[in-house]
Every structure is written in structure tokens, then in C-alpha cells.
């Protein structure tokens, strides 16, 4: 019986790094799932990380807007845009 392809060898190489991107083991504690799980957890991850990192740039930006016009009533713009909206 003969070893893994060397395209099975990439394509593990190549989650391994996503996966340790979005999932960085630290320590022993997080060895103990395997790659498969850890990949197949990698979508929600990123996704979290892309909310969270949309979230903390709106409220940033938010921030300065607000800096330049005090005065200005931003809880329009807090409530967000409407799911029906086409301007």
C-alpha cells in the first residue's frame, strides 16, 4: 500500500493553513480536535471575525461623524437601513 498522493500532502498543507489562521492552537488543550473539525469550524469563524471587525469600523466611524457635527441626530443611522430600501 503506498502513501498519501502528493496532492493529498497540498491539499492537507493548504487547510492546516487556513485553519490555523482562523484557529490557532495554543498549547496541548486544542490538539485534541482534528483538522477536520477544526476546517469544518473555520467558516463560522471567519465569518464572527468579519462581523466583529464591520461592527468596531461602523461604530469608529460613527464616532467621527459625530466628533464633526455634535448636534447631529445619528440614531437614523444607528437603526440601520431598511431591508426594503432601494436608494
Not at 500500500?1 to 489562521?21: F, H, K, N, Y
Given at each position: 500500500?503506498?502513501?498519501?498522493?502528493?496532492?493529498?500532502?497540498?491539499?492537507?498543507?493548504?487547510?492546516?493553513?487556513?485553519?490555523?489562521?482562523?484557529?490557532?492552537?495554543?498549547?496541548?488543550?486544542?490538539?485534541?480536535?482534528?483538522?477536520?473539525?477544526?476546517?469544518?469550524?473555520?467558516?463560522?469563524?471567519i465569518i464572527d471575525?468579519?462581523?466583529?471587525?464591520?461592527?468596531?469600523?461602523?461604530?469608529?466611524?460613527?464616532?467621527?461623524v459625530k466628533s464633526?457635527?455634535?448636534?447631529?441626530?445619528?440614531?437614523?443611522?444607528?437603526?440601520?437601513?431598511?431591508?426594503d430600501c432601494s436608494?
Amino acid at each position: 500500500m503506498t502513501g498519501p498522493s502528493s496532492e493529498q500532502v497540498r491539499l492537507v498543507a493548504a487547510a492546516q493553513a487556513i485553519v490555523d489562521m482562523v484557529d490557532p492552537q495554543e498549547g496541548e488543550a486544542s490538539s485534541s480536535r482534528c483538522l477536520v473539525e477544526r476546517l469544518e469550524g473555520a467558516p463560522r469563524k471567519i465569518i464572527d471575525f468579519m462581523t466583529a471587525t464591520s461592527k468596531n469600523y461602523l461604530s469608529r466611524m460613527l464616532t467621527i461623524v459625530k466628533s464633526y457635527w455634535p448636534h447631529h441626530n445619528l440614531a437614523p443611522i444607528a437603526k440601520g437601513i431598511a431591508v426594503d430600501c432601494s436608494d
